[in-house]
């Protein structure tokens, strides 16, 4: 069965500290990974996403996501945390060549300290 | 700008009392779907339409319906809620079939309570 999982509920940073929030994914296919933000009382927002090519892909906000074939993974990194930052994060799959159903991880809940 | 509008943003209800979720996106996207967010069980797709009269089911279909008889909107009908629909829900949108690589748009999410 095709999965996402986010290991940690949470993730504590100090503020201006390096982040890593992760993901590891089970599918059968080549996958298109994602990352999308929730702030409090919105919706999700994209981040960014893997689709094929260069393993490192940039986002919004400064964020990163390093994509891993040989270990699934695609970790979410930010080389210097904001308070802003503080939201909860969500790593989705799709599988290419099926239709457009994103599976997604449970979340982690990133908080950045002053 | 590009967007999806659910209305309404918050409802309390109670029990067997219908109630429809709006949805509208303006991106002329062919691929609209329906998801619920529940703590620690992240999103999960209820309901899903390729297009204009194609709906199919998601993971967790039972006791909600949905239309689709124009592009743009894609209404989620709960017609006896019942408290365990209790949940945080949210539209998305997103391009045709086979474009994989495409990103999805959410609405901001209706936050259903049934008492």
């Known amino acids: 069965a095709q999965s996402v999982a986010q290991p940690e509920d949470q993730v504590n940073v100090a503020e201006g500290n390096p982040l890593t929030v992760k993901c590891t994914y089970s599918v059968s296919g080549n996958p298109y990974l994602f990352w999308y933000v929730q702030y409090p009382n919105r919706g999700l927002q994209f981040l960014l996403k893997y689709i094929t090519g260069d393993n490192l892909v940039k986002g919004s906000y400064g964020f990163e996501a390093e994509f891993n074939k040989s270990q699934t993974s695609f970790h979410l990194k930010k080389p210097s945390a904001l308070v802003s930052d503080s939201a909860l994060y969500f790593c989705?799959?799709?599988?290419?060549?099926?239709?457009?159903?994103?599976?997604f991880g449970a979340g982690t809940r990133l908080a950045v300290h002053p | 700008e590009a967007q999806v509008t659910q209305n309404p943003r918050y409802l309390i209800t109670v029990t067997g009392k219908k109630l429809t979720v709006t949805c509208s996106q303006n991106m002329n996207h062919e691929y609209m779907s329906w998801y619920r967010q529940d703590p620690g069980l992240g999103l999960r797709q209820i309901y899903y339409s390729m297009n204009v009269e194609v709906t199919d089911k998601g993971d967790v279909p039972e006791g909600y319906k949905v239309s689709r008889k124009e592009k743009r909107n894609f209404p989620l009908i709960l017609e006896s809620p019942s408290p365990n629909q209790t949940s945080l829900y949210f539209c998305a949108s997103s391009l045709r079939q086979g474009a994989g690589g495409t990103e999805a748009f959410f609405g901001q999410g209706t936050r259903l309570t049934v008492v």
């Open positions: 989705a799959v799709r599988v290419s060549g099926g239709y457009n159903k994103l599976i």
